[in-house]
């Protein structure tokens, strides 16, 4: 079919027709499959950073306690704050006060608390020294028993037997064998009772076996010969 015109003019017709007819393809993947970062569309808001958790310190472990009350320490409760607009400054004290009455609060039981683990502490520690030494009576006794025979004058065994009790009398052992006192039931335990001269109260005559007490505990009573009034 013949042409009418200039030959360019139909040429660049058909170049437009053929542009027109190819399809227009948009790549909408939120992730660059060349690059692998994410994709930000015009428009579309940046995704805000996560903060990243505060890694705890390697202290974290140490003594609650300690920690609590270094944070009740630290903590100030200002007696008045800056205010938005509308709200009344009395309100905004009064919680403020509240809050720093709760925290007061919670700092007393916090001491108390602690008070109580100490004291709880010194018993448990009492408690297991008095263990030890209501164990080792029996040995004291085969000491005292030894001295008495005369076998412990002299020698090595009255060297060891002397270190012993030196040691037990630093954790607070006191030996009860005292004679020519006033019979205290408390420490003694009358075995036999004697009539005595010039006697005015039943008075510690002879100890049978010695007793024992740590401050103010009595381990064990001493077993003594009491002397009567006649």
């Given at each position: 079919?013949?042409?009418?015109g ?6 660049s017709?058909?170049?437009q027709g ?21 994709r930000?569309?015009k428009g579309?808001?940046?995704?805000e950073?996560v903060?990243?958790?505060l890694?705890?310190?390697?202290d974290?472990d140490?003594d ?5 009350e270094?944070?009740?320490?630290r903590?100030e409760?200002?007696a ?9 400054t009395?309100?905004?004290t009064a ?6 009455n ?10 108390n608390?602690?008070k ?7 018993v448990?520690?009492?408690m297991?020294v ?7 009576l029996p ?25 012993l ?7 607070g ?16 335990e ?9 006697i005015e109260v039943d008075?510690?005559s002879?100890?049978?076996?010695s ?7 009595v ?6 010969i ?5």
């Open positions: 079919m013949p042409h009418h200039n030959e360019e003019e139909h040429g017709s058909r170049d053929s542009k027109r007819d190819e399809p227009v393809i948009r790549d909408h993947r939120k992730v660059d499959p060349v690059t692998g970062q994410a930000h569309p579309e808001k940046h995704a950073p903060a990243e958790p890694e705890t310190s390697a974290s140490g609650a306690l300690a920690q609590a270094e944070i009740l320490n903590v409760v200002p008045e704050e800056s205010v938005a607009q509308g709200v009344a009395g309100s905004t919680e403020a006060t509240e809050l720093k709760d925290l007061l609060r919670l700092q007393a039981e916090y001491v608390y602690r109580r683990v100490e004291r709880d502490r010194a448990a520690g009492e297991a008095i263990g030890v030494l209501n164990s080792l040995v004291l006794d085969d000491v005292d028993a030894a001295r008495q025979h005369g076998d412990l004058t002299d020698g090595p065994f009255a060297a060891i037997a002397a270190k009790e030196n040691a037990l009398k630093t954790y052992l006191v030996r009860i064998d005292e004679t020519g006192v006033e019979f205290d039931p408390t420490i003694h009358a075995l036999i009772q004697q009539p005595g001269e010039d008075t510690v002879q100890v049978l076996r007793g024992y007490k740590s401050g103010e505990r381990l064990r009573a001493a077993q003594v009491v002397a009567v009034p006649a």
